[in-house]
Antibody, heavy 123, light 110 residues
Framework: EVQLVESGGGLVKPGGSLRLSCAAS????????MSWVRQAPGKGLEWVGR??????????EYTAPVKGRFSISRDDSKNTLYLQMNSLKTEDTAVYYC??????????????WGQGTMVTVSS | QSAPTQPASVSGSPGQSITISCTGT?????????VSWYQQHPGKAPKLMIY???KRPSGVSNRFSGSKSGNTASLTISGLQAEDEADYYC??????????FGGGTKLTVL
């Protein structure tokens, strides 16, 4: 079964850090480009960032509000995607989803999604 | 970059057809054949319904169709059913390996 399972969410104080994980199964993770998408409570979807496969350079891109604070990485030996979040702000409070985002044939679409993990930034 | 514009809400009766628009710019919606549409029920993860402007993934009902003209993409749902009631989001490639989502549309089946 094709599956993505996020973990690592929780409550953190402003200025704090948190690392999210996304475990993949049922497909060739090493070939997949992967993205993180978030959704603040009662709001719409926001693309956070993406990492390409290592064979395609393993490069990362981020949306402007998280550049310099968030970092995406992957461990293909563990079929796991990570999102390191530093200097967290209250506006980072959201459900964070990991999703597949294409491959060497081209970007997108987001066709496999995890169930999401909630991150709450509050004092 | 700013988000493509979607109507906040649309509604229709069972059996009717509705269309949700997604208006962007020549830098995103209008410049690549990479608009996708997602359905999200409350408390659930989004589900891919349309990709590359007009393509439908296997398993998605043929009542869902996509189109695009210039800087505006559209999602049409024909033969509305109660289970279609959900939030719908368009998403467009915005260049430089970035994506932008529309603001979302709440579909109510009357």
């Amino acid at each position: 079964e094709v599956q993505l399972v996020e973990s690592g969410g929780g409550l953190v104080k402003p200025g704090g850090s948190l690392r999210l994980s996304c475990a993949a199964s049922g497909f060739t993770f090493s070939n997949a480009w992967m993205s993180w998408v978030r959704q603040a409570p009662g709001k719409g979807l926001e693309w956070v960032g993406r990492i390409k496969s290592k064979t395609d350079g393993g490069t990362t891109e981020y949306t402007a509000p998280v550049k310099g604070r968030f970092s995406i990485s992957r461990d293909d030996s563990k079929n796991t995607l990570y999102l390191q979040m530093n200097s967290l702000k209250t506006e980072d409070t959201a459900v964070y989803y990991c999703t597949t985002d294409g491959s060497s044939t081209g970007p997108g679409p987001f066709d496999i999604w995890g169930q999401g993990t909630m991150v709450t930034v509050s004092s | 970059q700013s988000a493509p514009t979607q109507p906040a809400s649309v509604s229709g009766s069972p059996g009717q057809s509705i269309t949700i628009s997604c208006t962007g710019t020549s830098s995103d919606v209008g410049s690549h054949n990479l608009v996708s549409w997602y359905q999200q029920h409350p408390g659930k993860a989004p589900k891919l319904m349309i990709y590359e402007d007009i393509k439908r993934p296997s398993g998605v009902s043929n009542r869902f169709s996509g189109s695009k003209s210039g800087n505006t993409a559209s999602l049409t749902i024909s033969g509305l059913q109660a289970e279609d009631e959900a939030d719908y989001y368009c998403c467009s490639y915005a260049g430089s390996n970035t994506w932008v989502f529309g603001g979302g549309t709440k579909l109510t089946v009357l």
